[in-house]
């Protein structure tokens, strides 16, 4: 039972355009979700979340929406820069469970000059 | 400041074999967590320690595995004997507190398991 899914596996988009990344969740006692990057051979790094009481929140170039009445979250990426090619992880996280995330399946973003 | 470290970064072993991986979180770091991708799915929990007490192994996938943690410094994660379906990549990551913002939360860049 898969509680957070990203259902694109992968996603091109032209530099210099808005990326947009899906994310649906089940469990509506989520009180964080967050959006990590991940690089080839390294780790995943955190990019940007957002609480449950919140609709959005922006960090520069990217923004995270949160719908809880769908149970969905996206992430944009504004404009788009070769460099943001990674996988993208959604994951979401209860404060009762002492730092366990539950993440999505990743969507691989490739960002074209 | 060195960040989370493991080792080794990749290890190819037959069926039946013992493979144990190394994790050495950031200095002062009291929660390490161990997480694992398999054939491009999600990153899935397998345990929480704090210091060297296991807080949630509900994670963990049989008794194959083995995690530990003496001292409350690295932990090693054993699997023993290695099955074919465990191939993937095992992160490890440190928190210096059980996470409230999860921005806090660092991974290492991955021990990657493959299984013949």
């Known amino acids: 039972d898969q509680q957070v899914k990203q259902n694109s596996p992968s996603l091109s988009v032209q530099e210099g355009r808005i990326s947009i990344l899906n994310c649906d969740y089940t469990n509506s006692m989520f009180d964080y979700f967050l959006w990590y990057k991940k690089y080839p051979a390294e780790g995943p790094t955190f990019l940007i979340s957002?609480?449950?009481?919140?609709d959005k929140n922006e960090d520069g170039r990217f923004t995270v929406f949160l719908n809880k009445s769908a149970k969905h979250l996206s992430l944009h990426i504004v404009p788009s820069q070769p460099g943001d090619s990674a996988v993208y992880f959604c994951?979401?996280?209860?404060?009762?469970?002492?730092?366990?995330?539950?993440f999505g399946q990743g969507t691989e973003l490739s960002v074209k000059p | 400041e060195a960040g989370v470290t493991q080792f080794p970064s990749h290890s190819v072993i037959e069926k039946g074999q013992t493979v144990t991986l190394r994790c050495d979180p950031i200095s002062g770091h009291d929660n390490l967590y161990w997480y694992r991708r398999v054939m491009g799915k999600e990153i899935k929990f397998l345990l929480h320690f704090v210091k060297e007490s296991k807080q949630d192994e509900s994670g963990m996938p049989n008794n194959r595995f083995l995690a530990e943690r003496t001292g409350g410094t690295y932990s090693t994660l054993k699997v023993q004997p290695a099955e074919l379906e465990d191939s993937g990549v095992y992160f490890c990551a440190s928190s210096l507190q059980t996470v409230v913002n999860p921005g806090e939360l660092f991974f290492g860049e991955g021990s990657r398991l493959t299984v013949l």
């Open positions: 957002i609480s449950s009481i919140k």
């Open positions: 994951a979401a996280y209860n404060y009762n469970q002492g730092g366990k995330l539950i």
